[in-house]
């Protein structure tokens, strides 16, 4: 294994990322290793993936970006059979959601009213 990969390896391990994302890593290592391939194209993913993850809190178990509209943790948790997502009332007395007609209305739900975006906001409180 060249130094090069070697210490891009050392700087994986201190840098926290998740143990899976380390794990790839360094079997990706072992790969060009044994073919004795040119491993500079690995080092820059190494670093790559370092430097993304420096900005992540906690080492790397926050994230806040979506993926299909849920967090990571809340796909986690109904990949367990647990479900985290925020649950609406629908026995309050207010509207709690609005389907939009196409025009740049709302027709709010469940009291039905028909109302521009402004109105569907303050409503929503969004």
Do not use: H
């Not at 790969?31 to 420096?54: C, E, F, M, T, W």
């Not at 709690?96 to 469940?110: C, E, L, S």
Request: proline fraction near 4%; hydrophobic fraction near 40%; glycine fraction near 8%.
């Amino acid at each position: 294994m060249t130094s090069d990969l070697q210490s891009a390896l050392a700087r994986l391990r201190a840098s926290g990322l998740c143990e899976a994302r380390q794990a790839a890593f360094r079997k990706e290592a072992r790969l060009y290793d044994k073919a004795d391939a040119d491993p500079s194209a690995l080092v820059d993913r190494i670093d790559a993936a370092i430097a993304a993850g420096a900005g992540w809190q906690n080492g790397g178990i926050e994230m806040t970006d979506r993926i299909f509209g849920m967090t990571f943790d809340e796909i986690m948790a109904l990949q367990q059979g647990r479900d985290i997502r925020p649950k609406v009332n629908t026995n309050a007395p207010c509207d709690y959601g609005a389907d939009p007609i196409g025009d740049g209305t709302f027709r709010m739900v469940p009291s039905g009213d028909v109302v521009d975006y402004a109105e569907r906001c303050r409503r929503l409180k969004r």
